[in-house]
């Protein structure tokens, strides 16, 4: 079982996408839908800014908590994965 399948059958990303599906954003039926395609673009193509934008909507609708994306962050970090990736899965703060 590859690592992308296993972080997708995790309960914890399971009810991060429940609750992205039910919220009223309206990019988290979708967001959620393409979320392991956008993944696996970023891992076959190198399409980070695809899923880095899949990630950001996913994010916004499934209210992620701070805490759990750093440790989400510190994870993909551990296992070497790209610097690219990490960079985004690191949602931008929109400047002032």
Do not use: H
């Amino acid at each position: 079982m590859t690592s992308r399948r296993t972080a997708l059958r995790n309960a914890f990303v399971a009810q991060l996408q429940a609750a992205a599906r039910l919220s009223t954003d309206p990019q988290g039926e979708p967001a959620t839908s393409g979320l392991a395609t956008a993944l696996n673009e970023a891992r076959l193509s190198e399409n980070y800014p695809a899923f880095a934008q899949t990630w950001g909507q996913f994010l916004l609708a499934s209210g992620m908590a701070p805490a759990d994306l750093a440790a989400i962050v510190t994870k993909a970090a551990d296992c070497n994965l790209p610097a690219e990736f990490i960079e985004a899965l690191q949602p931008q703060q929109p400047s002032s």
